[in-house]
């Protein structure tokens, strides 16, 4: 069964970095796309990027050079970087796999989501 | 962006009650393949984002056919026919037809 856990502080200071990682069980993440989406307080959802199985990325521009995703295939992990975070990067971050294979179709497995405050 | 317009932002329904929720796009969702990617989540309390519908009309793996999804071009609909208690919680719709991929804003089912 494909399972994916994120992983990260919860509480990151204003102007650091926030990092989390996507670990994926089950499944490689050499196959399809992998992406970052959020939940803000409130119900708003964005879609901050994805990795694929050959590794390039491509990202929300919203974002701007903020964000960076990356991956280590060894560990079938991949892994979040903001930078520069405010208070309005505060939410639930969660980690997903699209599908079919080798295609940025449909969120079919996602993870529990980790919930992130950015505060001094 | 694609801005999706979700509606109604709360839906209260009666257990055994059918609803409809709207999702409308600001430009089409046709794919330059013929694919219209249109999908639709539902998140219970305390839970991670569950597939229900993808391109538009097709049911994933599990769920009942009381989910219907429907639509072509910038209006999409998704429809709940029997509610039953777990299908409490917010719906969102999704378009990843065109760069960045933009949810709808959710629409919350509630018991009246």
């Known amino acids: 069964e494909v399972q994916l856990q994120e992983s990260g502080p919860g509480l990151v200071k204003p102007s650091q970095s926030l990092s989390l990682t996507c670990s994926v069980t089950g499944y490689s993440i050499t196959s399809n796309y992998w992406g970052w989406i959020r939940k803000f307080p409130g119900n708003k959802m964005e879609w901050m990027g994805y990795?694929?199985?050959?590794?390039?990325?491509s990202y929300n521009p919203s974002l701007k050079s903020r964000i960076s995703i990356t991956r280590d295939t060894s560990k079938n992990q991949f892994f979040l970087q903001l930078n520069s975070v405010t208070t309005e990067d505060t939410a639930t971050y969660y980690c997903a796999r699209q599908w079919p294979m080798y295609t940025t179709d449909y969120f079919d497995y996602w993870g529990q989501g980790v919930m992130v405050t950015v505060s001094s | 962006d694609v801005l999706m317009t979700q509606t109604p932002v709360s839906l209260p329904v009666s257990l055994g009650g059918q609803v409809s929720i709207s999702c409308r796009s600001s430009q089409s969702l046709v794919h330059s393949d013929g694919n219209t990617y249109l999908h639709w989540y539902l998140q219970k309390p305390g839970q991670s984002p569950q597939l229900l519908i993808y391109?538009?009309?097709n049911r994933f793996s599990g769920v009942p056919d009381r989910f219907s999804g429907s639509g072509s071009g910038t209006d999409f609909t998704l429809k709940i026919s029997r509610v039953e208690p777990e299908d409490l919680g917010v719906y969102y719709c999704?378009?990843?037809?065109?760069?960045?991929?933009?949810f709808g804003a959710g629409t919350k089912l509630e018991l009246k």
């Open positions: 990795i694929s199985y050959s590794g390039s990325t």
């Open positions: 391109r538009v009309s």
């Open positions: 999704l378009q990843s037809t065109h760069f960045p991929y933009t």
